[in-house]
């Protein structure tokens, strides 16, 4: 226990054992702080227009947009009037490749990957491997 208060010494890590060696920083002052808000806020509007502005995005005509994904095994059955094949397909798997990939690659949509993994017993994929595919499975 300390007998005396003026024994005890407190050391900062800024340097001095006093405290006023620990430099203070002034405070901000009102106009500094609206200065600061002010442009904050004028980035936060400014940064959409900015990022819509690079982009080659046309807002006027948007009514004329239309985006159609037709899967590529639909595609050829709508165009050429044909009943889909119940054909088994052997697809080489590719370097990073996936069931969703295969499924999305070989039928035309990823959906079907988990009963094309379920036709394959679920291996595991690996480069150079072959894998069946019979995508008339829904």
């Not at 036709?119 to 995508?135: H, I, P, R, S, Y």
Request: aromatic fraction near 10%; proline fraction near 4%; charged fraction near 25%.
């Amino acid at each position: 226990m300390i007998k005396n208060p003026e024994d005890f010494e407190i050391k900062y890590w800024a340097g001095g054992n006093d405290f006023e060696s620990v430099k203070q920083r002034p405070k901000r002052s009102i106009k500094k702080k609206l200065v600061i808000v002010i442009s904050f806020v004028g980035t936060l509007a400014l940064f959409p227009m900015f990022i819509f502005g690079l982009s080659n995005i046309d807002f006027k005509n948007s009514d004329e947009v239309v985006i159609i994904q037709t899967p590529i095994a639909e595609e050829n059955i709508q165009n050429n009037n044909v009943s889909p094949k119940q054909e088994i397909i052997e697809e080489k798997v590719i370097n990073n490749d996936s069931w969703w990939k295969i499924s999305k690659r070989v039928c035309g949509q990823g959906r079907l990957y988990l009963a094309i993994s379920e036709q394959n017993n679920g291996k595991a994929l690996f480069e150079g491997d072959t894998v069946t595919v019979d995508c008339s499975i829904n």
